[in-house]
């Protein structure tokens, strides 16, 4: 993909021969994909390319010439390139070497992401690079053990314990990271947590284990998570993933929250620990009073202890702080505390099954009502149909619900197709995902016609098993081509419709914000404005393409909506230059003053007059 601006749509464009002319505008390049296709002809089709801000390889093989071009693009660009990303990228021979060259000449990057599947050299240069980098604000370093590119474990484990040490220097020594994603094997991710303790600008820490089959948090690991815990006074929050806690590693953790003030967020959820240790760090909440979410997935442990664990949420009404992935009991305790903002969690994760108890209606008119949900998921596992309708009402009158994900089981096939038709006419819900089992032909209608109906939906995703068949794909298609906000789809397959529906849509988003921006005010832009004025899509398009806080965005669009009051005659192309009211009845709109003509505009949309010129 290659995009001339912000990837907001992010579409694929091959340039033409004509491209060298545009090739200053461009800004972005995203290649992503392991297919036969010479990527070094397209670099050398762009012609001069002296402003790129975002690289990205993802997937992509990277032969020698492709990485020679691609590190001469990144020279070329020095000065501008703030973003570079080589995510799962296969380099052969010294193609990473010129990839890293490149990079090392880059004065204001900001951003990178990497896998060490890197030759030695190529690493080393790397590990070169980020102990003397001043500018760097995100790394992102992720593991590929298995990667051929190494001739032995020896000497992945050697790259990879030089990368940790360069990482640690960066932590030590850089005055401006405060973001760090690390992907390892235990001792280089030692490394990093020691350079962490006395680190006091990072603010957001992301450990992975490299492998969840073998990775154990024991008692020397878990001694260090205390001393980060209790020595660091910067991080706002920390991820652990792809970990077994072991018995006891709780209880360091635990410690080091007591004597925390500054950690806000918390995610031990894709951890494996069991419900008598989860208890073991709830505690902590009693002392600490910053830490505002912890998230956490009880893998094991007793029903009497997984009900202990609710209970004490109860108690201490903590389910605002403390998000479980799965929730399979509804107590009382939860309903009264999606009834009160304050405690109320924004994000729930439902179970709902043949043992679903009546809690679950009341919990559901809670809902219906509550401000402050965002993201709702519920897993289908033999249903009542009582639980359903309640379920239904809730997506119909909910105002706060940003996302949903509705998941069947197989014996409950078709349920939550049922369900979301209560989406049909919400104007808040902004992210929908189905994962269905065994699709009818008319599960499809409901989909296409919720399709058809919704406007505020943007993100759409369906998976299905088995595979959807043709003739629904051409049926959910219908309703995907009808709508005229969904900018990201995610299904099975697309038909070339849908596909191009989709992309319609991408570039109406997009001329909005040209529009609301200044940098395009054309007819067609203006348009496309209108079309989207209301919607929360362009707030955070406006947010991510602009650097907008919600605010600022908002004041924006109001800026805009006056801009095209008050320019309505110029943008429609009725007067080409300036607007004069003659009192001498020379022109049809005599003695009309500009401000007249303002009050006018405001009865009238852009696509009230027609012109041959859309500019």
């Known amino acids: 993909r290659v995009t001339e601006h912000h990837p907001l749509p992010r579409t694929f464009v091959l340039p033409e021969t004509s491209a060298e002319q545009h090739a200053s505008k461009l800004r972005h390049i ?14 050398d089709n762009l012609g001069p390319v002296s402003s790129l801000e975002t690289f990205e390889l993802r997937d992509v093989r990277v032969s020698d010439s492709f990485g020679v071009k691609a590190g001469e693009l990144l020279s070329t660009s020095h000065a501008s390139v703030k973003t570079v990303t080589l995510s799962k990228a296969a380099f052969t021979g010294a193609a990473s070497e010129a990839v890293v060259s490149g990079i090392s000449k880059c004065e204001n990057l900001k951003e990178l ?3 060490p599947n890197l030759n030695t050299s190529a690493l080393r240069s790397l590990a070169k690079l980020l102990r003397s980098s001043r500018t760097l604000e995100t790394l992102r370093v992720q593991s590929e053990h298995d990667s051929n590119m190494y001739s032995s474990e020896t ?7 030089e990368m940790s040490l360069a990482v640690a220097a960066l932590l030590k020594q850089n005055a401006s990271l405060v973001e760090l994603h690390y992907q390892a094997s235990k001792e280089p991710l030692v490394n990093v947590l020691m350079a962490v303790e006395a680190s006091d600008l990072l603010r957001h820490l992301v450990i992975i284990g490299d492998d969840y089959r073998v990775n154990y948090i024991d008692e020397t690991m878990a001694d260090l998570l205390e001393s980060v815990l209790l020595k660091n006074r910067s991080l706002r929050s920390l991820t652990v993933k792809c970990f077994n806690m072991l018995h006891g590693v709780a209880a360091h953790v635990s410690r080091g929250l007591q004597g925390n003030t500054t950690l806000e967020t918390l995610d031990l959820s894709q951890c494996c620990m069991d419900a ?52 399979n009991v509804v107590t009382q305790g939860l309903v009264a505390s999606v009834l009160e903002p304050p405690l109320c969690p924004t994000d729930l994760h439902l179970m709902l099954d043949q043992e679903t108890g009546a809690s679950f209606i009341a919990l559901c008119r809670a809902l219906s009502a509550s401000p402050s949900v965002k993201h709702l998921s519920v897993s289908f596992n033999g249903a009542h149909g009582q639980h359903m309708a309640a379920l239904l009402t809730t997506l119909e009158e909910n105002k706060s619900l940003q996302s949903i994900m509705l998941h069947e089981s197989f014996q409950d096939s078709n349920c939550a197709v049922v369900v979301v038709q209560g989406l049909a006419a919400n104007e808040f819900a902004l992210e929908l995902a189905l994962e269905c089992r065994e699709l009818s032909s008319q599960s499809a209608e409901f989909i296409s016609l919720l399709l058809d109906s919704n406007e505020s939906l943007r993100t759409f995703r369906l998976s299905s098993l088995p595979e959807l068949q043709p003739e629904l794909l051409d049926t959910i298609s219908h309703g995907l081509i009808r ?8 299904m099975n397959g697309m038909t070339p419709s849908a596909m191009a529906a989709v992309q319609r849509n991408q570039t109406c988003l997009y001329r909005a914000v040209r529009f609301v921006l200044q940098r395009n005010v054309g007819k067609q832009c203006a348009e496309s404005f209108e079309l989207l004025e209301s919607k929360v899509s362009l707030i955070l398009a406006l947010q991510s393409e602009g650097g907008m806080s919600e605010a600022e965005a908002r004041c924006a669009v109001k800026a805009a909506r006056h801009f095209l009051h008050t320019n309505y005659l110029f943008i429609n192309c009725v007067v080409r230059c300036k607007l004069e009211c003659y009192p001498e009845k020379r022109t049809q709109i005599d003695e009309l003053s500009p401000d007249c003509w303002v009050a006018i505009a405001k009865h009238l949309k852009v696509c009230d ?4 010129d859309p500019r």
């Open 483 to 490: 709508n005229k906000f969904i900018t990201e789809v995610h």
């Open 276 to 327: 008598p240790e989860m208890r073991v760090l709830c505690s902590a909440l009693k002392q600490n009073s910053t830490l505002l979410k912890m998230m956490i997935k009880p893998h094991s442990g007793s029903e009497i202890d997984r009900m202990a664990l609710y209970a004490d949420l109860d108690r201490n009404s903590w389910y605002g702080r403390v998000h479980f992935t799965c929730i």
């Open 30 to 43: 995203f290649i992503e994909g392991d297919v036969r296709y010479d990527w070094a002809l397209l670099l």
């Open 113 to 115: 992401s990497f896998s």
């Open 609 to 612: 007059v027609l012109s041959c």
């Open 155 to 161: 000497r992945y484990r050697i790259n990879e314990l």
